[in-house]
């Protein structure tokens, strides 16, 4: 066997392996649950400033197949506050969290969708993962804790938070790109009206 034979047999095993890699990656993308802020409303009432929030969610068959066994997945929402501030870095004035907990009934073949010690039933699949992607009315912070009439700045993202599920899920879920599922932060700005006198 030549040295010139070597070499070019040599190159095609190294673009076989770079494919085959190519491939794989691509499969591991297609198979990843996503997930993004599709809208996001910061609203003051009754002297809290809550939060309205839509979400677009596309979860993997892998973990949807794994909530169809009966094992919870839990959503959080992050959500952070800044004012900006020209003399010095950014003050973080907020950050809040808020859970949801989606869960299989193999018994009673019903979904039921946690918030706290709050359950809300769902009669499908589809209709539980409703429940997730819309927020409404979350208190973020008191109304008091911003100055009137100036403009803050915020972010939020939705994850499937791993890290609240068993521990050898936990486990298997950091080998798994299908677990991994975070958003991208969605910026939003918003102030509060100074309050009229009364008349």
């Not at 929402?77 to 869960?103: C, E």
């Not at 073949?109 to 992607?133: C, H, M, N, S, Y």
């Not at 008191?142 to 050898?168: C, H, N, W």
Request: hydrophobic content about 45%; overall charge positive; some cysteine.
């Amino acid at each position: 066997m030549t040295l010139r034979t070597t070499h070019t047999m040599l190159v095609w095993r190294l673009l076989a392996t770079w494919l085959l890699c190519v491939v794989c990656l691509g499969l591991n993308v297609a198979w990843a649950s996503e997930a993004r802020i599709l809208r996001t409303e910061p609203l003051p009432q009754n002297g809290q400033l809550t939060m309205d929030l839509d979400v677009a969610l596309d979860l993997s068959s892998s973990v949807l197949e794994v909530a169809e066994h009966g094992v919870p997945l839990y959503f959080t929402y992050d959500v952070q506050i800044i004012a900006p501030r020209w003399w010095w870095f950014d003050k973080v004035l907020v950050q809040a969290t808020l859970s949801r907990r989606l869960i299989y009934n193999n018994l009673t073949q019903q979904w039921r969708v946690a918030t706290g010690d709050l359950f809300l039933p769902a009669a499908t699949q589809e209709d539980a993962l409703q429940v997730i992607k819309q927020v409404r009315g979350w208190p973020i912070a008191p109304v008091d804790r911003f100055e009137p009439d100036v403009k803050y700045e915020g972010k939020v993202r939705i994850r499937l938070d791993t890290s609240q599920m068993a521990r050898p899920l936990q486990l298997d879920a950091r080998n798994r790109g299908a677990w991994s599922m975070t958003s991208p932060w969605a910026a939003f700005d918003f102030s509060i009206r100074r309050a009229e006198p009364a008349k």
